[in-house]
């Protein structure tokens, strides 16, 4: 099929705090060297680079004992949900180049305050090894990249990041696709709000492509819109080793194609996250050089297009 040119902001975010671990920060960085602006312009996309965000620490918000720099990460979450607006109302999509998953807080809550305006459902599909449903209540670590989707669910409660009469999405409307490392009160709050989690044990049983047709139809029937949040760990390990969450077991190099190609055919996409490239802990740019390889397939490219390249 012929692909529509789309017009992209990328939006780097260089946040690192909120993970366990230094390195995150560069991921912005690493997604340029590897390519990323390029690759989308050469596939026919109108491509507008906005920079990193620059941020000073909230100061309005507290030193939270259980959810740890949360000034810097709430300010962050605040300008990344004005910057994903503004881009997506601007008739652009949101391209989020990471920086570790907590940016998904500014990031969805930007594309839900959006939707909102446009009386749509807005649809997440996590593709991640970790569920990221935890609160500061709930958290074994304090890390809050590891709370993300219950903030953005309206189930972690941090304090005035955003409103609290903010647009939230309906966990119902959360499809998590690779999970294999969940904490037990994870678990007990996903089944009980809803989320829809298909784990490895699910792609292996089920296979990619019925998942993905099951995801996207309850999408296009709801008329709503799509944030897709692509953790680097959503693929196995020996595929992208810059991160620092490794899980074994994870999706394979063409499975994760498969489910880009798919995102691309259906025309639902509305924005995009790549998070928690940790380039310090990567071999040579390799897990770079994936998120961009997958990133263009999400935007048009199809096998019988890709270059051969040097080993």
């Not at 030193?63 to 601007?90: M, V």
Request: charged share 25%; net charge negative; aromatic share 4%.
């Amino acid at each position: 099929m012929d692909v529509q040119s789309r017009a992209v902001t990328l939006i780097g975010v260089p946040l690192e705090e909120g993970s366990g671990r230094r390195g995150a920060a560069m991921g912005p960085a690493a997604l340029r060297i590897a390519g990323i602006d390029q690759t989308l312009i050469e596939l026919g996309h109108d491509v507008k680079d906005d920079g990193d965000l620059q941020i000073v620490p909230a100061r309005d918000l507290p030193n939270h004992p259980k959810a740890h720099n949360l000034r810097i990460i709430g300010a962050f979450t605040r300008a990344l949900e004005a910057s994903t607006y503004e881009a997506a109302a601007a008739g652009r999509l949101p391209l989020i180049l990471g920086g570790d998953h907590a940016l998904s807080m500014g990031s969805v809550s930007g594309m839900a305050r959006y939707a909102a305006e446009q009386g749509r459902p807005l649809f997440v599909i996590w593709l991640d090894a970790h569920s990221d449903f935890n609160s500061p209540e709930t958290s074994p670590s304090g890390n809050i990249h590891g709370m993300p989707v219950a903030f953005f669910t309206g189930q972690a409660d941090l304090a005035e990041v955003l409103p609290k009469a903010r647009p939230l999405v309906d966990p119902r409307n959360v499809f998590q696709v690779g999970i294999r490392s969940v904490d037990a009160p994870e678990r007990e709050l996903i089944k009980k709000h809803g989320v829809n989690v298909f784990d490895m044990r699910s792609i292996d049983e089920q296979g990619i492509a019925p998942i993905m047709r099951q995801i996207l139809a309850a999408v296009e029937e709801a008329n709503g819109l799509l944030h897709v949040s692509l953790d680097v760990d959503f693929l196995d390990p020996d595929i992208a080793p810059g991160v620092g969450t490794t899980v074994p077991g994870g999706a394979t190099f063409r499975e994760a194609h498969l489910v880009m190609e798919m995102l691309c055919d259906s025309g639902l996409v509305s924005s995009l996250d790549l998070v928690e490239l940790n380039p310090f802990l990567d071999d040579r740019g390799k897990s770079a050089r994936v998120l961009v390889e997958l990133t263009a397939s999400l935007f048009g490219r199809r096998i019988f297009d890709r270059p051969t390249r040097a080993a």
